[in-house]
């Protein structure tokens, strides 16, 4: 039973197009993350919600846009896709926002735009 | 703002031997810090962490890490590497402010030879 799943998988689609990637924790956390992954490995925080509501925002393109509609759930929108938001995309959650808890990661979406 | 930095890109071990993964971090506040590897296609799996206590921290797969704040480090070690131990690895540290994000550092590259 996976405790932070992703979906797709796998996301190949041309420049310009929308695309959503999906995200489902049953750990019952309270907070959910969105991370990208570039090519080099490097990790950077885009988003995180604390029970629907939105506590961390960087400075990601408004062609972005997270949604939570409950607490188990944080989707992302792209817009216009562009080459460069080629990059593998991770869901994770935390039990808090406190600054003891680890992440459960999920198991990363592979997005390529052609 | 916290920050860590992961000295070596790739680290290279003869199967046996002993892994040591560099970390060294930066917080003006007493920092949390947290191990995760990463095996090819996957996400990322929380090794250990360091909160508060007990300095050497046992984490899973026979990893240890020691909190060492004289010389703003988080080490890991491995007394005898495995060939599954092969992966990337990362280091992060969160900390107060911000969100409490999870910020990692740039990952260090395992392998492991026959």
């Known amino acids: 039973d996976t405790a932070v799943s992703q979906t797709p998988k796998y996301l190949v689609t041309q420049m310009g197009n929308d695309k959503s990637i999906k995200c489902e924790q049953n750990?019952?956390?309270?907070?959910m993350y969105w991370y990208k992954q570039d090519s080099k490995k490097f990790l950077k925080i885009m988003f995180s919600?604390?029970?629907?509501?939105?506590?961390i925002n960087e400075t990601v393109p408004n062609r972005f846009s997270p949604k939570s509609p409950d607490k188990a759930h944080l989707n992302l929108h792209i817009n216009s896709l562009e080459l460069g938001d080629s990059a593998v995309y991770f869901c994770?959650?935390?039990?808090?926002?406190?600054?003891?808890?680890?992440?459960?990661f999920g198991s990363g979406t592979r997005l390529t735009v052609v | 703002a916290q920050s860590v930095t992961q000295l070596g890109s790739h680290v290279s071990v003869s199967e046996g031997a002993l892994v040591l993964l560099r970390c060294n971090y930066s917080s003006s506040v007493p920092p949390y810090l947290f191990w995760y590897v990463q095996y090819p296609n996957q996400g990322l799996q929380l090794l250990l962490k360091y909160t508060t206590g007990a300095t050497l921290v046992k984490g899973i797969n026979g990893f240890e890490a020691e909190f060492k704040k004289s010389e703003t480090s988080f080490h890991l070690t491995k007394p005898s590497a495995h060939m599954s131990d092969a992966a990337e690895y990362f280091c992060?540290?969160?900390?107060?402010?911000?969100?409490?994000?999870?910020?990692f550092g740039t990952g260090t590259q395992l392998k492991v030879e026959l």
């Open positions: 994770a959650s935390s039990p808090r926002t406190g600054v003891g808890y680890g992440y459960t």
């Open positions: 992060a540290v969160r900390g107060a402010g911000g969100g409490n994000k999870l910020t």
């Open positions: 919600y604390n029970n629907k509501e939105l506590i």
């Open positions: 750990l019952g956390h309270d907070t």
